[in-house]
């Protein structure tokens, strides 16, 4: 804990941000893109985590940013599953290629 | 002091291998079940890391929210709106090229940036716990650097979330 420098938590936070943006680009399926945007929005928690222990441990607003983080994104979560769940009941299918069927339903 | 350092060093380096390993497997199985399993993996090293910063509130947090709220979400909704036909759909390769080369550009950046950064040189120097009072204290008051309102913002938020979720995923007769 002691003896590793910051840039080593901040590469790592790094990589996931970066995979997730891979994904993100590359999946069709409206859910494995909400997987995706879920590991960016983990390393950004990361982020702001390991600034708030490193720069200004006697602090406290890097730990209520990623707890407000966590909590939004468990919003966001459900509302996007919510209308997810609708668009398949509605086309039965999820492809995020696809979704301009939606135009067609009256 | 010797052995307790090389073991805290193990231990980061066995989180970081979870999480990069998990997380890339998590863009590039083809199965979602198993997308959604990798991304459970890497919430859980993720609480892990909240842990050895001696955060364990926000580990607490990240267990009970992330990897036990919102992959059970994920797996109910696979479940509901799985298909046969999505498995043989290969990702087109210009743009698997695509995403591949976005990411490893930025990545190669940022760690170009953080290089030239001085954080290189920052290391850990509050070994000592936040206190449980500290964060209860300053989540609940409304002095400077108190959050009472985004916390109730945040209520506000998460109740117009539930009323949302219900009316967009119920049923139209």
């Known amino acids: 804990m002691a003896n590793i420098p910051m840039t080593y938590y901040l590469v790592l936070s790094t990589i996931l941000f970066f995979a997730g943006i891979y994904g993100f680009i590359t999946r069709r399926n409206l859910l494995a893109m909400l997987i995706s945007v879920e590991l960016i929005l983990n390393a950004t928690d990361i982020n702001f985590a390991v600034f708030n222990r490193f720069l200004f441990p006697e602090h406290m607003e890097g730990l209520f940013f990623a707890l407000f983080s966590i909590a939004i994104s468990a919003a966001e979560t459900a509302i996007a599953i919510a209308i997810i769940i609708n668009i398949y009941r509605n086309l039965k299918h999820i492809e995020a290629q696809k979704l301009n069927e939606l135009n067609d339903l009256k | ?173």
């Open chain 2, 1 to 173: 002091m010797e052995n307790g350092s090389i073991a805290s060093t193990l231990v980061f380096f066995f989180l970081a291998a979870v999480m990069v390993v998990s997380s890339i497997l998590a863009v590039t199985t083809k199965k979602i079940l198993r997308a959604a399993t990798y991304l459970l993996f890497v919430l859980f090293a993720t609480a892990g890391l909240y842990f050895y910063l001696n955060y364990s509130f926000l580990g607490a947090v990240q267990m009970t929210v992330y990897a036990g709220g919102i992959i059970v979400l994920y797996v109910f909704s696979i479940f509901l709106t799985s298909t046969d036909e999505e498995k043989n759909q290969p990702i087109r390769s210009h743009r698997r090229w695509l995403g591949f080369i976005a990411a490893a550009a930025g990545t190669l950046l940022c760690v170009y940036l953080f290089q030239a950064s001085p954080w290189g040189e920052v290391y850990y120097r509050a070994p000592e716990e936040l206190p449980m009072k500290a964060i209860g204290n300053a989540l609940m008051s409304a002095d400077k650097f108190g959050y009472i309102l985004p916390f109730e913002a945040l209520s506000i938020l998460l109740l117009a979330c539930i009323i949302g979720g219900i009316l967009i995923a119920r049923k139209r007769q």
